[in-house]
């Protein structure tokens, strides 16, 4: 295996089981040290009282590699900064940060309660902030005292937050979030030295296998070699990109991007709307498939 990542501290949060915990293994194999983060929570987010993430510091430690256990709650401030201090007490700095963690809660919209919908925006779109406002804080201090370092962040959106999903409405908008999160970090950190990239990944998981049939779909850790690749500094020129992984497919998301537009000249009269916002739809390309419908 390359040394591509030699060197080099990352942290991966949700890391215990299924995609995070194959992200930890690959960046590992490639010579990061890892903190290895996993609050151990069921698919809906409650607790178990298991510790996932040990198992997988031992996995990457049988191997030769680094790796430390953090159990963190990731959309808790105080304790997502704890976890990057962790990372620069224990190996000495921070390069990489993959944002992971979350949990589903499926409801159609008219089902989703309050505290449904509370708890998956709070994992995925905080549970992302928190993060990586501590680390990009850390990289912006390190720039500025003359020690910038190749930070990269790896966000994980989903194709359910650019084309939607029936039945994850919540989801959806946590999703959707992070791809809106990404675009802006990518700029406002890569004065120092940091990319911020988000992926989309297809594969079969906790997430997955209740949904729908996933006998065809990816392995998590299919995913997992894009991820090391954008973690290395050989991705310096890669920055504010959603790319979609589905197996063997790699795609790079042209979300919300301008359409067809048209300048009356003047304000527009509801009467005149329907007839251009239709001749506009008509010649945009068609919207993508929502996922279930």
Request: charged residues 20%.
């Amino acid at each position: 295996m390359s040394k591509l990542l030699d060197g080099r501290v990352a942290i991966v949060t949700g890391a215990g089981r299924g995609i995070g915990r194959a992200h930890a293994l690959e960046l590992a194999s490639h010579g990061a040290a890892v903190v290895v983060n996993d609050f151990g929570v069921s698919l809906s987010g409650e607790g178990t009282g298991e510790s996932p993430a040990e198992s997988v510091v031992a996995e990457i430690e049988a191997a030769g590699g680094r790796a430390v256990v953090n159990g963190a709650d990731v959309a808790d401030f105080e304790q997502a900064a704890a976890m990057v201090q962790q990372a620069i007490d224990t190996f000495g700095g921070l390069d990489i940060l993959v944002n992971n963690a979350g949990f589903v809660r499926d409801r159609m919209l008219v089902n989703t309660s309050e505290e449904d919908w509370d708890a998956v925006i709070r994992v995925h779109l905080k549970g992302h902030f928190a993060p990586l406002r501590h680390a990009g804080a850390y990289w912006r201090a390190e720039a500025k005292e003359g020690r910038q370092r190749a930070g990269r962040v790896i966000n994980t959106s989903s194709g359910a937050g650019l084309q939607g999903s029936v039945g994850q409405a919540t989801y959806s908008a946590a999703k959707a979030g992070i791809a809106g999160l990404t675009l802006v970090a990518a700029q406002e950190l890569g004065r120092y030295g940091v990319t911020v990239n988000a992926i989309a990944p297809v594969a079969r998981t906790r997430m997955t296998e209740g949904a729908f049939d996933t006998s065809a779909m990816a392995l998590p850790e299919d995913n997992s070699p894009i991820v090391a690749w954008l973690a290395s500094e050989e991705a310096a020129d890669v920055t504010g990109r959603v790319i979609e992984i589905d197996g063997g497919t790699l795609t790079v998301e042209n979300a919300w991007s301008h359409g067809p537009s048209h300048d009356r000249g003047t304000r527009w009269d509801a009467v005149a709307v329907g007839p251009a916002l239709r001749a506009l739809i008509a010649a945009a390309p068609a919207p993508e498939p929502v996922y279930g419908a």
